[in-house]
Structure formats: C-alpha cells, structure tokens
C-alpha cells in the first residue's frame, strides 16, 4: 500500500523545480516489484527515525521505508479544460493516485515570470479549482450519457444515476465534488469515475528562501505546507550533516518535504507498522483503524486470508527493552487477535496458514 500523490500547478510556480528535489532522493525501484517508473513519476521513502532505529537493534541485511509515489503532469493554464497548454493532455495521469497536492507561487523572482502577469496564490488556486472542476465535469457528462443508457436496463443502476446527476449538478456550481455531503457509501458508488476533485487536496506554498519557516493562511480550509522549492533542491544535493547545518540555519527542524509527506499521511489517516528480522527491517503503511488481518494483507493477501494471530510489540517497548528477546521476557510481547486495531509503531509477526 503505496501512498501517491499527483503534483499540480500552474507553469512558473516552481513544480519542477520541486519534483527534482524530490526525484533526487528516489529509492530504487527493484525493491519494488512490478513497479514502472517513468520519467514523470517519483517514488521517495517516507522518513521515519524509528526505522533506523530498529535497524540498529536487529543489525538487518537490508533496510526497506514505505514510500510514496509522487506524479508530475504538465503546468495547467487556463482554459486547460478546453485544450489551452498542454497539462490537460497528462491529467489522466493523476486520476488515480491518493490526493493531489496543488503547488502555489508564493515567492516573488522577478526573473520568474507569471503566467497570469502578477503573483496572487488565491487567484491562482480559483484557476486550478476551475480547470479540475471542468475536466470532472467532462468525465461526468460521458458517464451520465452512459448511466442513463444502463439503468434502462438494470435497475441497481438508478441510485448510482441519481447521485451522478447530484454531483454534476453540484460541479456546475463551481464546488469540488469533495465538498458535497455524501455518505461514504455514496462517495464508493463514485469511485470508478476517479473524479479529480473527490480527492483530498494539499497545498504547497512555496515560498521565499526569507519565509520558509513562517506560517501561511489557510487555503479553501487547509493548512498550506510552506517549502521553498530552490532550497529543497539545495539540500537534496547536501551530505547529511551538511543538510542539518543548513536547516539550522534557516530555523527548521526537518526539510520541507517531510512534512509534505507527513501530512499527506495525516490528510489520509494513514500511518505506518514494522516488520524486523535478520533479513530486514521494514515500514509497511496501512490506514488508520485497521486490524490486524488487514494490515497482514499489505504485506501478502495470502496473510490476510489465513490469518491466525499476530505477535505485537509497541515500537516504544522495541526501542526501550533492545528488540524481541527483551520484550519478549519482560512480557510486552503480546499475542493479537482478528480484532486487534493496528497501532501506530507496531512491530509485527503474522502467523497465517493457507
């Protein structure tokens, strides 16, 4: 279960700039099977002490994160609904990941110039909204014309019909699909359209070198997360101790795209579980409330069906008591059933039969 995000924007805001950053500390691939990496696509770990410091009590071959897919497509302009530029021919690339995280030209280069003359983030977030807003309601009015041919014919149709109907209605308003009040089972009828704007939104403020540690107002009722794109390309070129140096001196605790990634998990409840052997040591994501068989199933669907119990230790009994020999003989080893709703840090073996 890899987290993925689409990169949106329009051109001049500094979303290349930014992919680089990111693409530069790209984890192979061929720890990944079945993974396509095209030029446009990103996969990065998702920074997580705790892994190392498991890493450092089990003495592992190989060390593994979880990561997160990020997908780039052309700057959108506007009128891209409608052919203008090209980010309308890639936004089909995005359709599929977790959310989409919106890139906002915040700081002023005058050597830069502004696709819309002048730098005005809000603005620039009403085009972007607009543009999402119409490519859905093209996927909309082809999926009406299809829906009403269907439920002539199969009446489980007509609810999935009626609410199309709602949101496209909905959409000709200007709203995002995300913003109508629908039932989780409603917004699962959906779920085959791939509607860009039911996805949850972040927004990236980047911002000047000066304002990087300053926070930024809300946009549409969210936090932006502020980064300046030129210093995380800096720091994707720094050695370790370096980079820290650099931080320090602009007053952060981590690079940007930390917490990018940080809250991207939070936006979409997800977090992170371990798995730690001699072979290696690994971070697995799986949402937030799951239990034990689910999460089982993220490392293998065989795990998941034949499911028996899972041997759990908090990751702060891990940490504290030197790994599994001294949890296990302190008693913080715990044997976990079906039921047992994962917790954040565990450290898990599945025991299944199949």
Not at 66 to 88: C, M, P, Q
Request: aromatic share 6%; proline share 5%.
């Amino acid at each position: 279960m890899s987290l993925s995000i689409g990169i949106v924007g329009l051109p001049n805001v500094g979303k290349s700039t930014l992919f680089i950053a990111l693409t530069r500390k790209q984890v192979d691939a061929a720890n990944y099977p079945f993974a396509t990496i095209e030029p446009n696509v990103g996969v990065v770990p998702v920074p997580d002490p705790r892994l190392d410091r498991l890493a450092e009590i089990v003495h592992p071959q190989r060390i593994v994160p979880a990561t997160v897919e990020f997908v780039d497509i052309a700057g959108l302009v506007r009128g891209a609904s409608e052919g203008e530029g090209l980010g309308n021919q890639f936004l089909a690339n995005i359709r599929d990941t977790d959310a989409i995280a919106e890139v906002v030209r915040y700081f002023s280069d005058p050597n830069v110039i502004h696709v819309s003359g002048s730098v005005d983030p809000l603005v620039d977030v009403d085009t972007i909204r607009t543009e999402l807003v119409l490519a859905d309601m093209g996927t909309m009015d082809r999926a009406l014309s299809r829906l009403e041919k269907e439920s002539k014919r199969d009446a489980s149709l007509v609810a999935k019909l009626a609410l199309a109907q709602r949101v496209n209605a909905w959409l000709e308003q200007g709203h995002r699909a995300a913003r109508m009040e629908m039932s989780d089972q409603e917004r699962g009828l959906l779920a085959d359209l791939h509607l860009l704007t039911m996805k949850p939104m972040l927004y990236v403020a980047n911002v000047d070198e000066a304002d990087v540690a300053s926070e930024v107002p809300e946009i549409d009722g969210v936090r932006p997360v502020p980064i300046c794109a030129k210093v995380e390309a800096e720091l994707a070129d720094l050695e370790p101790a370096e980079a820290l140096g650099y931080l320090a001196e602009l007053g952060l605790a981590e690079p940007g795209l930390n917490a990018l990634i940080r809250r991207a998990y939070d936006l979409l409840g997800l977090m992170s579980f371990f798995t730690a052997g001699e072979k290696e040591v690994r971070a697995w994501t799986v949402r937030r409330g799951a239990k034990a068989p689910e999460a089982a199933g993220v490392i293998h669907t065989d795990f998941e069906k034949g499911f028996i119990k899972a041997e759990t230790i908090s990751y702060a009994d891990y940490d504290a008591l030197g790994g599994e020999k001294g949890a296990r003989e302190a008693g913080r080893l715990r044997v976990e059933g079906r039921d047992y709703v994962m917790q954040d840090g565990d450290v898990m073996h599945f025991r299944f039969n199949v």
